[in-house]
């Protein structure tokens, strides 16, 4: 099996598509990123454990440059959206919680630099959390996104380094069911957008994985702090 870079918030998503991945590739180290959001120290905690449990080296991207754009508000202290169960079926509310939360290029940037440290390593791969129910308000979550890049990569790295986003065209509720499966450490999570002590259980990101684990009806030990 090749080697493999990981992206690794701390979020369901990024874990599932880590523990999914080990089946085709050999994960050396995972990346997270810190560019100023509110949730950054919590994102870093979580994905330290989750690199612990997984036995992978663990690397911190300081990104202040991009902290410094500040356009969206999680990286200020403006308010992060809060937003009932409800409202993740209404297109209006998603598309402006979107636009709120939106980081200029963030995706982009988070793969081009991965790709950088899996051409450094020669692995073959970057493993990426990826997935079809936010791709309809984030379209750097899309299937078309995915090869847009590749086919970028083939180009800008020697070895061709390629994305594999493994929950691609699955929708939360079906991520949240794969990581049960896979026996995820779901108590070293970080999903919320805000960076308290316990996940909010409002923010756009906190209600969609809460509606995962509702529905895909799994014992999944989330703390939320409403
Ligand atoms: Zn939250």
Redesign the pocket.
């Known amino acids: 099996m090749e080697d493999a870079v990981v992206l690794l918030s701390g979020g369901m998503d990024s874990v599932v598509s880590l523990a999914l991945a080990r089946c085709t590739a050999i994960p050396q180290v995972a990346l997270t990123f810190n560019y100023g959001q509110q949730?950054a120290d919590n994102e870093v905690f979580a994905a330290q454990r989750i690199c612990s449990y997984y036995n992978i080296k663990h690397e911190i991207i300081d990104l202040p440059w991009l902290g410094r754009i500040d356009t969206s508000s999680l990286q200020s202290r403006r308010e992060?959206p809060?937003l009932e169960v409800t409202d993740l079926d209404k297109d209006d509310r998603i598309k402006d919680t979107g636009t709120a939360v939106w980081v200029p290029n963030r995706n982009g940037v988070f793969l081009n630099i991965a790709a950088c440290y899996a051409e450094s390593i020669n692995a073959a791969y970057i493993i990426a959390g990826f997935n079809k129910e936010e791709a309809e308000t984030f379209p750097d979550n899309s299937e078309h996104f995915v090869d847009s890049i590749n086919r970028a990569l083939f180009f800008s790295t020697k070895s061709h380094v390629n994305v594999l986003a493994p929950t691609l065209n699955l929708r939360k509720i079906e991520i949240a069911a794969a990581g049960f499966r896979l026996g995820i450490p779901w108590k070293y999570l970080w999903?919320?957008?805000?960076g308290?002590k316990k996940?909010?259980?409002?923010?756009?990101?906190?209600?969609r994985l809460r509606r995962a684990v509702r529905e895909a009806e799994i014992d999944a030990p989330i703390l939320?702090?409403r």
Do not use: K, P, V
Request: glycine letters at 10%; aromatic letters at 10%; one cysteine or more.
């Open positions: 949730a992060i809060q999903s919320c957008y805000e308290g996940m909010c259980g409002r923010c756009e990101s906190c209600q939320f702090e």
